[in-house]
């Protein structure tokens, strides 16, 4: 049995199981016997015995995950905690890679209830032991598939957080970024009309730089000062061009997008209809971000990336957009398209001062074709209208488009598909849809595979009205000279389990592959035994760069008008009109792959539209084919294809071959979320809805993770925990606790209003009380409500009871025949005439019955089981579970004197906003110590906040770390020692000397925005902050080695996230 440490043993004692596993004795039995049994008779275990087993094993993987001694407890085979290293194994064991036996001492001593000391050493030997046995390789994929990659298009509203759309957008762009591009300058900012005019302002700024540098502008370059002289330099010289710059004062400045942004410099025209402190992501040129220095490149180009995409979200048609950092003496411009951003690299603003002054004027004086708006769509006095092809017509037709997209891609390196409701000439309404996109030049046209879908007598997809190909990437960049891609230097920690999610699963392959789309390297020929890393980007026959090919990927774009114009599934105005959409959607399907012999590979609910049954007798038809192939007609040649993640089968995430049975799971997965995620619309009440979403999980995180998610959702245990999680029994008896246990999800919860046995061991029983909504004092035998508490209930409950009222009158919900009361505002006098025999409904329980639960329930609160170890502060539960007792008996243990935190502030925009996170930390904490009775330890609370604009503003994770080390090398001694003569005192156990708090503008913005104010408090919106351990160090190159072997050309660095 593996060998106990004693912080190992101090940590097990602090946060003892208790009786956690209690409620898994009776199934580990069951399978315990299931299993002897099968053995003894040397016969195969049958499938109900065998699914037992494995449910048993299940659930008590999951509750050890859950317990704090296996978040700190760390492995013995890697850097990870005890939590990680079980998950690992509960995915491994529901894929048949672990069997019942190697799990089989551990079972054994929980039913023994053997001490925590050996439950744990067990859990240690078991991971060592899996640790030795090899999971099977995954299938190899096809040598015809297109990688597949991922962009941040799946974030929208509320998701579009600054760290979840920064890390998606790397994966976005890091493989396809250039800098030190030739020709940038040139192209765009040399030989125009204008140019003249940023020579002759650059003459009469000539005397305000001197000796090397500009005399006037800022140094050191603080923020507001920059601004104050960009805006002088501005009034003086470029007033009267067509842009002017523009900054936000507030994130509500700049409105139009779904997330809130704040931004240093934009251009918009002059002429825009906003005002000078109101404005439109729709009018935004070009944008500009600020630093003091230089010291975060990679973080400055990914805050201007978030910019940019909101602005090809707001404007989805167009073809570039133009942005520039000024970091120190450094500026670079940059520009973004389809394929990613590029740049000429920074240049010094005091050492090229011309140049300086020729590009942030230049960017004022651009038309709309330089600054690269859309200029295809046309416009007059009735409206927007494109001039396309008609198919089979002999010239251009008009089509009037929509202004408003009804759909569009909010992703910065993608097809970037937005659709517009259209109309045809001599329509009266909208019969048709205008779609843009830029699709490979690798890929075969969508309208070729429409036309060969009619010739070929396919029913349910959409009719070809007209196209036209409008530009392409390699017409945008033409006459610019790229290099290698941009190489950058430590990956984030999320980009690096995204880039490595499959390394250790990918089968060794014997063709040649290539690494270009992922690093922008040469790759030798002849690969390694072991590889690094695929990404979910298959092997592949032959290198995605070949000579032939490109540096960049060449995109074209087009636009493409089919008909009918249906509404997208998600609209679907009721269950029926979904599932009858899905139904013949499905047909449609079938009809392209039988009689087409096409493959979608896109099925998602963008893809799938709720059609008149008039059109073809199909109420839903398929749309979009960009990504669809012609069977048999081997790989396209593009370098990727975008997929749509929450939709993505579990194999095609693995990397394995797409084939239709994956589509058909993809529809699988567009019935689930129009249930879990759109269903809410139904019920008029959004605010309900859980956040976060179980289902979030299907596109957050790594490819590994994701089809670890979708894999566990969809297996025989893991299904139900998106679907029933609650049930409330009001009518209360064991069979109908029994019944309604059925349809909970494991883990789920059976509310009841009186005392009944717990139907299942995985299910959790809470009894709800009508004594405590009276509002005033309430006495029981067992126990006394104070008027406080039943006030509280008292209010709570009539705001549930006017949502009840509400759902009655819109027939959400039914009441009991014949007859249900007013509300639950008069629960108590219902209750009175229920004991006097004057029932209601043909279901309320008599009087006898009502007084046989109400002596249940009072019998069962008189006898439940107390803990074992109560708190002295609230006996009614351990001491374990009270903060207060665990921080007095820290304290005791580490001879310290007070607690606390230790808080970096790295954002200075907005001082209120900081004030307000102090007072709300404040409130939050006194709630907390109330609830646990224990102001007496919060009087020995400390707060340190680490104030520092020059140094810490922006400040990286590793930074804040490393300040904090040197911080902690001599707190714990200044602030705990007790006297003089005492002995050192050392950081202890404490988590003030342990963790760092991290507070950055997102962290800010979740806790004084997100989260309701004090006293409100809504546990699906918390506000959060950065938690930074003082003892994390990345995995030394030696252990990397020792799990990858080399590969000529790639250098893999290790980076620090906390």
Aim: charged share 25%.
């Amino acid at each position: 049995m593996a060998t106990l440490s004693q912080d190992d043993r101090d940590l097990i004692v602090r946060h003892p199981l208790d009786n956690s596993l209690h409620h898994l004795e009776k199934s580990l039995r069951d399978a315990e016997r299931s299993y002897t049994s099968a053995s003894s008779l040397r016969g195969d275990a049958t499938d109900d015995s065998e699914d037992g087993r494995q449910k048993a094993i299940s659930r008590l993987l999951t509750a050890l995950m859950g317990q704090e001694t296996a978040l700190d407890l760390h492995s013995r085979v890697s850097n990870r905690n005890v939590a990680s290293e079980l998950a690992t194994l509960l995915g491994r064991f529901r894929q048949g890679q672990v069997s019942y036996a190697h799990c089989l001492p551990l079972v054994r001593l929980v039913i023994q209830k053997a001490s925590d000391f050996d439950i744990w050493s067990a859990v240690l030997d078991l991971i060592t032991t899996l640790s030795r046995v090899t999971p099977p390789a995954s299938i190899p994929t096809a040598f015809d598939d297109t990688p597949i990659t991922h962009s941040s298009a799946s974030q929208q509203g509320a998701e579009q957080t600054r760290e979840l759309v920064k890390k998606r957008l790397f994966e976005e762009i890091r493989s396809c970024t250039y800098r030190e591009v030739g020709g940038v300058i040139q192209k765009y900012f040399e030989a125009k009309s204008w140019t003249p005019r940023t020579l002759d302002i650059y003459q009469a700024m000539k005397t305000r730089h001197k000796n090397g540098r500009w005399t006037d502008f800022p140094d050191p370059p603080v923020q507001a000062e920059v601004l104050d002289w960009w805006f002088r330099f501005q009034k003086e010289f470029l007033s009267q061009e067509r842009g002017l710059y523009y900054t936000t004062t507030s994130p509500k400045d700049l409105v139009g997008a779904e997330a809130q942004r704040q931004i240093d410099l934009f251009v918009k025209p002059s002429d825009s209809q906003t005002s000078d402190t109101a404005h439109d992501w729709k009018d935004v040129r070009v944008i500009g971000e600020l630093k003091e220095s230089n010291r975060d490149k990679k973080g400055t180009l990914l805050q201007i990336s978030r910019y940019v995409r909101d602005v090809f979200s707001c404007q989805p048609t167009r073809r570039y957009v133009h942005a520039f950092t000024i970091c120190g003496r450094e500026m670079e411009a940059w520009v973004f398209d389809r394929s990613g951003p590029y740049s000429p690299g920074p240049f010094d603003i005091h050492d090229e001062p011309e140049r300086f002054i020729q590009v942030i004027a230049g960017y004022c004086m651009m038309n709309e074709e330089e600054l690269g708006l859309d200029t295809f769509t046309e416009r007059d006095v009735d409206g927007c209208f494109v001039t396309l092809e008609q198919d089979g017509a002999e010239s251009p037709t008009k089509m009037r488009l929509e202004p408003l997209p009804i759909t569009h891609q909010r992703a910065i390196v993608c097809r970037g598909t937005s659709c517009f409701l259209t109309r045809t000439p001599g329509s009266k309404g909208h019969d048709c849809v205008t779609k843009f996109s830029w699709t490979s030049d690798r890929r075969r046209p969508e309208a070729d595979l429409l036309r060969l879908a009619r010739q070929r007598g396919v029913k349910g997809i959409a009719n070809l009205i007209a196209h036209r190909r409008i530009t392409d990437i390699a017409e945008l960049r033409s006459g610019l000279t790229f290099g290698e891609p941009y190489s950058f230097r430590g990956l984030s920690s999320a980009a690096s389990s995204f880039s490595q999610s499959f390394s250790q699963s990918q089968q060794p392959s014997f063709l040649s592959g290539s690494f270009s789309e992922l690093h922008g390297l040469s790759i030798a020929q002849n690969p390694p035994r072991k590889r690094k890393s695929y990404d979910v980007e298959e092997a592949q026959g032959t290198s995605l760069l070949t000579s032939n090919s490109g540096p960049y990927d060449n995109r074209i774009f087009r636009s493409l008008i089919v008909s009918p114009a249906g509404r997208a599934i998600h609209n679907y105005e009721s269950p029926l009109e979904l599932l009858e959409a899905l139904r013949d959607a499905i047909k449609a399907h079938e009809s392209l792959y039988r009689k087409g012999n096409i493959l979608h590979r896109d099925i998602s609910e963008n893809n799938i539209i709720i059609t008149d049954p008039k059109t073809d007798g199909f109420k839903g038809m398929l749309i979009d084919l960009d990504l669809a192939k012609e069977l048999g007609s081997g790989r396209s040649g593009a370098r990727c294809r975008t997929g749509t993640m929450e939709f993505m089968a579990i194999e095609v995430l693995q990397g394995i071959s797409h084939t239709y049975r994956h589509d058909l799971e993809s529809f699988f997965y567009v019935l689930i979320w129009q249930c879990g995620r759109r269903g809410w619309k139904f019920l008029h009440s959004s605010k309900e809805q859980p956040a976060p979403s179980l289902l979030t999980k299907w596109y957050i995180g790594t490819y590994r993770e994701i089809a670890s998610a979708k894999r566990g959702h969809m297996h025989v245990d893991g299904f139900e925990d998106i679907l029933v999680k609650y049930v409330w029994d009001t009518i209360c008896e064991q069979q109908t606790a029994d019944f309604c246990s059925k349809v909970i999800a494991p883990g789920g919860k059976l509310g009841a209003i009186g005392g009944v046995e717990p139907p299942r061991d995985d299910i959790t029983i809470t009894r709800t009380l009508g004594y405590t909504a009276t509002g005033e004092t309430v006495k029981k035998p067992w126990a006394t409500f104070p008027e406080e508490i039943t006030k509280a209930h008292y209010e709570w409950i009539k705001k549930w009871a006017d949502l009840v009222d509400e759902l009655l009158a819109e027939g959400k919900i039914k009441p009991h025949p014949p007859k249900v009361r007013k509300g639950l505002e008069n629960v108590i006098e219902g209750m009175d005439e229920m004991k006097e025999g004057k029932t209601l409904s043909q279901t309320m329980p008599t009087e006898a019955e009502f007084q046989a639960a109400e002596r249940a329930l009072e019998n069962y609160l008189k006898n439940r089981r107390r803990p074992t170890s109560p708190s002295p502060r609230t006996p009614d539960i351990s001491w374990h579970s009270n903060v207060a007792d665990v921080l007095e008996r820290q304290l005791q243990e580490d001879n310290h004197r007070t607690w606390g935190f230790v808080i970096y502030r790295t954002t200075y925009d907005n001082d209120e906003d900081w004030v307000e996170f102090l007072k709300r930390l404040r409130i939050r904490m006194e709630e907390e110590f109330d609830r646990f009775h224990g102001r007496d330890i919060l009087e020995l609370f400390t707060l340190t906040v680490i104030e520092d604009r020059e140094h810490i503003d922006g400040a990286s994770t590793a930074a804040i770390q490393e300040h904090f080390r040197q911080w902690r090398m001599t707190a714990p001694q200044s602030e705990q020692q007790q006297d003089n003569t005492a002995s050192e005192v050392g950081p202890g156990l404490s988590p003030r000397y342990r963790y760092a708090i991290e507070v950055d503008t997102a962290a800010l913005h979740s806790v004084v925005y997100d989260a309701p104010a004090p006293p409100d408090l809504d546990t699906t919106k918390l506000g959060w902050v950065k938690l930074i351990d003082v003892s994390w160090e990345p995995a030394s190159p030696e252990s990397i080695g020792n799990f990858f072997e080399p590969i000529e050309g790639v250098v893999q660095e290790n980076s620090l996230e906390v």
